[in-house]
């Protein structure tokens, strides 16, 4: 099956995520920040991570630099929202895969995941 | 109201409650960031607040909501990033959004849509975010040109026998996101093969100066397949259109090399990929906070419940064990009993006091809507504040919260209002136009004090007995043998407001008695400390729970009654000598005071005869506010700890009465309630009250 690591400091949008893949055949692993997210990854092996870019502390885009140092193949979408334009071109620099706007729709969601998954 | 209909109530739940964290943390931030604008975490954290219910309500279809905030983020976001300066009028703007954004959080609550119109908020905060802003978008529609270094790259891309692709794409003209959509375009032919260069080139589209064209040379090994597939799979592209190059055209004539162009980035590129960024050690910090659960308020009041239960229990068992030991003092088996029932007794009271822990909230939760009210006050009244809170972190017993609330809203609003002058007449009272209020929590010896002070005008004692006097609230002789202490406790008497004019802000008909009451019936108690001129203190003290109290027991007329300690003032034996009657009222002297008694049977109303007075009567001074009075009791019995339990909505409300227990002996009592006890023995004797005020 395919693992999906969902990464977000806010409850409600972890559980959107989650149920949304999980109703789509996927197995959801959830972080609720960047350090739990990097202590995550190696022991969870996820396919794909979804990283929320504002988070507190370590943000998205810290999170992700540290994530494809310790996999460079890591295959990471951005959680973003409009307005974040200058976020997203970093994560894009720093090696993110795809992003997906918030709010967002499943379609989006799916498309992204079913794209980086495969 | 349309909203997601695919919510399930559990999600809305959370919803509704991370919205109103968020709400709260903007409310108390959105005011700090007026002085803290430098303070780089607080605008972070703004920032993500506003972010984070724009996302939810984006999700939960609340159009209105995610719009508002939305437009709040911006502002935020430049404000963060410096590209604006905090004002006030930003932050008017802000505040004035957030009550907006509390309205749409009630829609959600009442499945109602509201009338607001968020359309002028929205614009406002537009406009805001707008006006300052000096950078714009450039849009760069350049040519491809090929410099040497790139054409070098060529050259050596062809002996290894690679590809190379002129690639034109673009995305539609209203795209919000063409610059990322084309850096995700490089990211992955990058992946594929190497970008040569590229039109807009990397740090253009990086900087985000980009229209809706991309052009690309790109080499490598993959067919024009391939490289289209790669290229499509990006979002919002559209046609893509891959031309081979072959030598000859390139050096040709199709591609011209053109000295001193500038070169592209993508080595830049690569760099901050592998490159090693500096990352800060959050991570013990972060799996700190991981620590904590959410609990749902009703759990944690079954448990507190459970737990009355087992306090109930051992104060039964000490007492059976007791009465064992002292009768089989030699038996092994007894012995055994009861040093594991003492070890019993002794887990319930760690897991009693944990549990109370668990109950603790911090006082911030109620501090952290004061800021932005002072403001609003202040503004209003035109008054300049310099307002500090300390010891938010301060933890009281969740119940205890919910009731100091306003009491406290009502002694900053008169300490705003009332107690802090108009910057003139400070100015001319030689004192800095600025007024300082400081509110303080802190925990001493079991209790939880909580202090307002202001360096306002303080309290007029003189005006105050005049006014008293004048109301018919004291006597000429109480006034006179009153000292300035005794004298600012007048405040407190019912019908009794200084300001000459009541404002909007206070007197709206909820005095300092009421205050005080409350205050009361948390068991606590209030003082004050003036200095007319210089200042006033307001000093709040309060237990750390109200569920478990001290309780003084007595008898009367064959029925066991529970006085909490904290409204005992003393216990006496009265001879009948000393008892006078003033207005067919049995009263004492106590000290200064004239204390009225009465048999507990008879304030009750289980009895109507006057109450029996012997030769050495049993008299328990209670206190309620600054009324005292003095209970004729059968017996005092012990002290207790004891559980209070409402008396249910089958027995309702009664007077007198504030909840039951049951006691060690298994059998049940009513908990008195002083201050409606103290007012029940007024009543019927308008006197007596006058004797009774002051103390």
Redesign the interface.
């Known amino acids: 099956m395919t693992k999906i690591l969902v990464v977000d400091?806010?409850?409600?949008?972890r559980?959107?995520c989650s149920k949304l893949l999980t109703e789509n055949g996927y197995e959801v692993c959830e972080a609720?920040?960047?350090?739990?997210a990097?202590?995550k990854y190696p022991v969870y092996k996820p396919d794909v991570v979804l990283l929320d870019i504002?988070?507190?502390?370590?943000d998205g885009i810290?999170t992700l630099?540290?994530l494809?140092?310790i996999d460079?193949a890591a295959k990471v979408a951005m959680v973003t929202?409009?307005?974040?334009?200058?976020m997203?071109?970093s994560a894009?620099?720093?090696?993110a895969?795809?992003?997906v706007v918030?709010?967002?729709d499943s379609v989006?969601v799916l498309e992204t995941v079913k794209?980086l998954a495969g | 109201m349309k909203l997601n209909a695919d919510i399930s109530p559990e999600e809305w739940k959370v919803f509704l409650e991370e919205t109103e964290e968020q709400i709260v943390m903007l409310d108390n931030d959105i005011v700090r960031m007026e002085k803290e604008s430098d303070n780089v975490e607080l605008m972070q954290e703004i920032f993500r607040a506003a972010h984070t219910i724009k996302g939810s309500s984006g999700m939960v279809g609340h159009t209105r909501m995610s719009e508002l905030t939305h437009a709040m983020e911006t502002l935020l976001d430049k404000l963060r990033n410096r590209q604006l300066e905090v004002s006030s009028h930003i932050v008017n703007a802000l505040l004035f959004g957030l009550d907006a954004l509390k309205a749409l959080k009630q829609e959600v609550i009442s499945q109602e849509e509201s009338d607001l119109n968020i359309v002028p908020i929205v614009a406002r905060l537009k406009e805001l975010a707008t006006a300052e802003r000096g950078i714009t978008a450039e849009v760069v529609a350049g040519q491809l040109v090929l410099s040497p270094s790139n054409l070098q790259e060529i050259k050596e891309a062809l002996t290894h026998e690679y590809s190379i692709y002129k690639i034109k794409t673009g995305v539609p003209e209203d795209s919000a996101w063409a610059a990322i959509r084309f850096m995700q375009v490089l990211n992955e032919l990058g992946r594929l093969g190497k970008v040569i260069a590229s039109v807009p080139t990397a740090l253009e589209i990086e900087q985000e100066k980009v229209n809706f064209k991309l052009e690309v040379i790109f080499s490598g090994l993959a067919d024009v397949e391939m490289v289209r597939t790669e290229i499509k799979s990006v979002a919002e592209i559209q046609e893509v259109t891959i031309e081979h190059l072959t030598e000859e055209s390139i050096f040709g004539k199709s591609v011209k090399a053109a000295p001193g162009s500038e070169e592209h980035k993508t080595d830049e590129q690569n760099q901050a990929r592998t490159g090693t960024p500096k990352v800060h050690a959050l991570a013990n910090a972060d799996s700190q906070a991981l620590q904590s659960v959410r609990i749902d308020v009703k759990v944690l009041d079954n448990l507190m419940n459970i737990v009355e239960e087992l306090v109930i229990d051992r104060s039964r068992i000490s007492r059976v064990g007791k009465v064992l030991m002292a009768k089989y003092e030699n038996d092994d088996i007894i012995r055994e009993l009861g040093q594991t029932s003492n070890h019993i007794i002794k887990i319930i009271n760690e897991l009693q006091e944990n549990i109370m822990k668990v109950r603790m909230v911090p006082i911030s939760t109620i501090f952290s809507r004061f800021p932005r009210l002072v403001r609003d006050l202040a503004q209003k009244q035109g008054k300049k504040l310099d307002f500090n809170m300390y010891g938010s972190e301060t933890e009281l017993d969740r119940s205890i919260i919910e009731q100091i609330r306003d009491p406290l809203l009502h002694l900053l609003r008169n300490s705003i209002d009332h107690g802090v002058e108009a910057p003139d007449v400070r100015l001319k009272a030689g004192k800095t136009e600025l007024a300082s209020v400081r509110l303080e929590a802190r925990q001493e010896q079991g209790n939880i004090v909580i202090t307002l002070e202001d360096d306002g005008k303080g309290i007029d004692t003189a005006k105050l007995k005049e006014i008293s006097l004048k109301k018919g609230l004291i006597t000429p002789e109480n006034a006179a043998g009153m000292s300035a202490a005794d004298a600012v406790n007048l405040i407190f008497i019912p019908g009794l407001s200084t300001a000459e004019k009541t404002t909007d802000v206070s007197g709206r008909g909820v005095g300092m008695d009421i205050v005080r009451t409350n205050i009361d019936n948390l068991g606590g108690s209030i003082a004050i400390e003036t200095i007319l001129g210089k200042g006033t203190k307001f000093i709040v003290r309060l237990p750390l729970t109200v569920a478990i109290v001290q309780g003084l027991l007595i008898s009367s007329a064959g029925d066991t009654y529970i006085i909490p300690l904290a409204s005992v003032m003393e216990t006496l034996t009265v001879a009948r000598a000393d008892i006078k009657t003033i207005n067919q009222r049995e009263v004492i002297r106590l000290r200064d005071s004239i204390v009225p008694i009465i048999g507990l049977e008879k304030v009750l109303g289980r009895s109507t005869k006057p109450t029996r007075l012997s030769e050495h009567n049993l008299v328990v001074v209670i206190k309620a506010g600054e009324r005292l009075a003095g209970l004729v009791v059968d017996s005092l019995m012990e002290r207790q700890e004891i559980v209070v339990k409402p008396l249910g909505n089958y027995l309702g409300d009664v007077e007198g009465i504030s909840g039951a227990t049951i006691l060690s002996d298994g059998n049940v009592a009513l908990i008195l309630d002083a201050s409606s006890l103290a007012k029940m023995m007024v009543r019927g004797g308008q006197d007596i009250e006058h004797l009774m005020a002051v103390d």
């Open positions: 400091d806010a409850a409600f949008m559980m959107r609720t920040n960047g350090a739990e990097l202590d504002t988070m507190p502390k370590m810290v630099q540290e494809i140092k460079p929202a409009m307005g974040q334009r200058a997203v071109m894009l620099k720093a090696g895969r795809d992003f918030k709010p967002f989006r794209k």
